[in-house]
């Protein structure tokens, strides 16, 4: 299973970004899926999940600014991000609770992260 993420950048505060992360290989199922980030000097934090059948969760400091979504027929997951601060700079990393069709239990893949750099 691999995971491909895009989207990142550079933004102004209050500015927007979409985050896209595509999951492909011999995928059976997949669990949830979700962003972390890390940004310098800080320890990794969990942005939001979903799970396979909608269930949302989000870190307080992104709640009412930051939409998960995905699209189970295209095994991606999304990431819409609005009012961005300079403390959401970071590199924002995708995983999948992923079964592959040749294995008895689920594992989590990750992306390869993207960067999101909130700046004027």
């Known amino acids: 299973v691999q995971l491909q993420a895009s989207g990142g950048g550079l933004v102004q505060p209050g500015g927007s970004l979409r985050l896209s992360c595509a999951a492909s290989?011999?995928?059976?199922?997949?669990?949830?899926m979700g962003w972390y980030r890390q940004a310098p000097g800080k320890q990794r934090e969990l942005v939001a999940r979903i799970t396979s059948d909608g269930s949302r969760n989000y870190a307080d400091s992104v709640k009412g600014r930051f939409t998960i979504s995905r699209d189970n027929a295209k095994n991606t997951v999304y990431l819409q991000m609005n009012s961005l601060k300079p403390e959401d700079t970071a590199v924002y990393l995708c995983?999948?609770?992923?079964?592959?069709?040749?294995?008895?239990?689920?594992?989590?893949?990750w992306g390869q992260g993207t960067l999101v750099t909130v700046s004027s």
């Open positions: 995983y999948a609770d992923a079964l592959d069709s040749g294995s008895y239990h689920y594992s989590v893949y």
């Open positions: 290989g011999s995928i059976f199922s997949i669990n949830a």
